[in-house]
């Protein structure tokens, strides 16, 4: 394989509903560089949510392969795979998913316990990721007491405390108002800068992509157009 720290090749993913079979995507093939941000746009149902769960493992593709950073992910044991992703990937979704009954710091302090940390290395990580995006002194606030973009922070921040190879989000700003979409954009943005982190971003936003370096746009289950913004 290339030298590509992220490679698609020639993935395809049929579901079976009601006994006929349903081709969500097609023959889809790219590669991302190491540090690269980048966004994959589209129509509902164009199969943007299905490719990003065949690229992360969380979905077993129908055909073709996903290598990330030399590795064929698919050809992993089920529990090898899952290691793989709480150590090496983070997520970002539409909606925060924190744990209510947890503080701030309780919620991005848990991957790093689940994957056998200690308490005090988790709460040491999770006290300068949440300084790092801009909630120094709210570690103690449950997420009912933030705001959404600061419950968003949050969740950012989560995905960042195991210091990933990836940072995938779905819809990230979809359920926040313009003004916070646009911090939230920036702090991708500054932490990509910062970090080097690769960042794959699915988004309906324009604004978004516009902000970011490549755009992948799909329809119908393939990609139709990729370009890079100058």
């Not at 701030?104 to 790093?112: G, H």
């Not at 689940?114 to 801009?134: C, F, N, P, Y």
């Not at 606030?141 to 921040?157: D, M, N, T, Y």
Request: proline share 4%; hydrophobic share 40%.
């Amino acid at each position: 394989m290339s030298a590509a720290f992220i490679k698609a090749a020639s993935l395809g993913k049929t579901y079976t509903i009601n006994t006929q079979s349903v081709e969500a995507i097609h023959d889809i093939s790219f590669s991302v560089d190491k540090g690269e941000i980048l966004t994959i746009m589209g129509p509902s149902g164009c199969g943007k949510t299905t490719l990003l769960n065949c690229l992360t493992g969380l979905d077993e593709p129908s055909s073709g392969e996903v290598w990330i950073d030399g590795k064929n992910i698919h050809t992993m044991p089920d529990n090898a795979r899952s290691d793989y992703r709480a150590r090496h990937m983070g997520f970002v979704f539409q909606y925060d998913n924190l744990l209510p009954v947890l503080t701030a710091e309780e919620n991005v302090e848990l991957p790093l316990v689940l994957t056998g940390v200690s308490l005090k290395d988790a709460r040491q990580a999770a006290q300068e990721i949440l300084a790092r995006v801009g909630l120094e002194g709210r570690g103690h606030h449950k997420p009912a007491e933030l705001s959404g973009g600061q419950r968003q922070r949050v969740a950012i921040a989560r995905a960042l405390v195991n210091k990933p190879l990836i940072i995938w989000a779905d819809e990230p700003t979809g359920d926040l108002d313009d003004k916070t979409s646009v911090e939230i954009v920036e702090l991708f943005l500054e932490l990509n800068r910062t970090l080097q982190q690769t960042f794959i971003i699915v988004s309906h936003d324009p604004d978004l992509a516009a902000r970011t370096q490549r755009i992948i746009r799909m329809k119908a289950g393939t990609i139709v157009e990729d370009t890079r913004n100058s």
